[in-house]
């Protein structure tokens, strides 16, 4: 590992092949000789020494290891911070960009940031090991909302467990700090040139043949690499060269299996420099979201049209999981309790699949064949979700049920869309996960619903197709006959709230 202090000619270095470049408090770090699925908590308490950054879980459920990672504006005249959970994010991921810790918040003259101020007078720390996590989640909320609410407080706390003292005077001292304003920001001017020094390349490297070469982050003697490119026709290009790569964009899946089982793929891309993979198109009557595009950035982007949906993916995890996880993810991920998809095949949403230069479009109701399969051939991925607007008199209705309100698996998540007309549904697309090998529509379900009155509608005309529509099976979340009442009541609740006819 090497910290340069200074780079007197920035402008004519070169990069460094094998070497993760970031920025750490107005310097440039190399981390030089790690191996590729080395974790940004690992790197940061055995080789940096930041040991204010804390490992609970290592599967990014207690906040303790919380750490803000940040890119340059679009004008590069600012940073743009993101909570995240360093025990699950891979070192490589950093390469151009910048971190800030626990120990980043102290100003040269020792004074404190008013929120480790206010922890410290509010009493809001005992034991003192998830406070360094809390701190971090508190001062990444007052970049962007200097002035929050107490919601806004709450959540952004949602992925810090403390054991100690409660919550109640980590929130005072967090609506204290804020009332010091002026203090708030992180003073991170010095770091804006040098992110600019070490900013990854936007273009690819081409052969003497014009061949797109990929550059390696970093390759290990045995050949394996973690590359990180910057265009899609990059990772188009090496997917097909290397179809069994895998993936990686927000590291929340990637992560547990590094650490929980070891595991070490030959070939890791990480997605989250390729600019046309950020991008969301928003026409007259859909969004078109990269495959990039997190949580957090979908929640915002259809929380006034599907506040059911926004609220689902605000229960699907912390702050620091949302930021990273992408909807891409979730859905190439293809878990049977996957939240998200039930929601967007209510929707209508298909997906663009792309290989090589070839694109095609897939609804994402027939996307997957299997539990954890679909219909992805080799080299080929996801590269953007399109889902639709409302349309005049749409109802769209989701909820999810899980043993615990808040950041838990789900027992079952429905989703249904439809409209009235002449007091009859219509049009009705209704979604669950939970009860099959993977998330999906519900048919049989959707014909006793369509073309009836809401009150026509039987409990035991929706139990009788349920039956028909799926395998009874117990779970560690639900015995089958919970998850199929639940099935049942959401529908009826669905749609026996009043709704609007359309004209």
């Known amino acids: 590992m090497r910290v340069l202090a200074q780079i007197p000619h920035p402008r004519t270095m070169t990069q460094v092949t094998n070497t993760v470049r970031f920025v750490l408090d107005g310097r440039i770090v190399e981390a030089q000789g790690e191996r590729r699925t080395t974790t940004v908590l690992d790197y940061l308490r055995e080789q940096l020494h930041r040991t204010g950054t804390k490992e609970g879980c290592a599967e990014g459920d207690c906040g303790a290891c919380v750490v803000m990672v940040g890119e340059l504006n679009d004008a590069g005249n600012a940073v743009n911070y993101v909570p995240v959970n360093a025990c699950i994010q891979l070192l490589p991921t950093l390469d151009g960009k910048s971190v800030k810790t626990v120990e980043s918040l ?47 407080i709450t959540d ?99 992560g547990l299996q590094v650490n929980k089982q ?70 190439a991920n293809g878990s049977p309790i996957g939240d998200s998809m039930p929601c967007l095949m209510a929707l209508g949403a298909t997906l663009v699949l792309r290989r090589g230069d070839k694109n095609r479009t897939v609804a994402l109701d027939q996307f997957y064949t299997g539990q954890k399969s679909n219909v992805l051939q080799p080299g080929e991925f996801i590269e953007a979700i399109e889902c639709p607007k409302p349309v005049a008199g749409q109802v769209f209705r989701a909820h999810k049920v899980s043993k615990r309100f808040e950041q838990d698996i789900s027992a079952t998540c429905a989703a249904i869309t439809y409209s009235l007309k002449a007091g009859k549904l219509s049009g009705v697309k209704l979604a669950y996960n939970g009860l099959a090998p993977s998330p999906c529509r519900a048919p049989k379900l959707e014909a006793v619903l369509e073309g009836k009155a809401p009150t026509d509608v039987t409990a035991a005309d929706l139990d009788a197709a349920i039956a028909a529509s799926f395998v009874a099976r117990d779970g560690l979340r639900a015995t089958w006959a919970y998850r199929s009442l639940v099935a049942r009541n959401l529908v009826l609740e669905f749609i026996e709230e009043h709704t609007p006819e359309v004209a």
């Open 156 to 254: 952004s706390l949602s992925g810090n467990l403390c054991r100690c003292t409660g919550y109640k005077p980590i929130i005072d001292a967090a609506t204290k700090a804020c009332a010091r304003k002026a203090d708030l920001p992180i003073d991170d001017q010095a770091d804006i040139p040098l992110l600019k020094d070490i900013a990854r390349s936007k273009v690819p490297t081409l052969s003497l043949d014009g061949d797109i070469i990929v550059q390696p982050v970093v390759r290990t003697k045995k050949g394996n690499e973690f590359v990180s490119p910057a265009t899609l026709a990059e990772v188009a290009d090496y997917l097909v060269k290397n179809p069994s790569t895998t993936l990686l964009a927000g590291s929340t899946e990637i």
């Open 262 to 331: 070891f595991k070490r793929p030959e070939h890791i891309m990480y997605l989250g420099n390729v600019a046309e993979l950020k991008r969301v198109t928003d026409t007259p009557k859909a969004w078109r979201m990269g495959a990039t595009v997190s949580l957090t950035q979908v929640e915002a982007l259809i929380a006034e049209a599907y506040p059911d949906f926004a609220e689902v993916l605000r229960r699907f995890g912390s702050p620091p999981i949302r930021s990273t996880a992408t909807l891409a993810g979730n859905i």
């Open 106 to 152: 102290k100003k040269p003259d020792g004074t404190l940031h008013p929120v480790q101020d206010e922890m410290i007078k509010c009493h809001g720390s005992q034991c003192g090991f998830c406070t360094p996590g809390i701190v971090m989640s508190l001062v990444n909320l007052v970049q962007v909302v200097p002035q929050p609410n107490r919601q806004q």
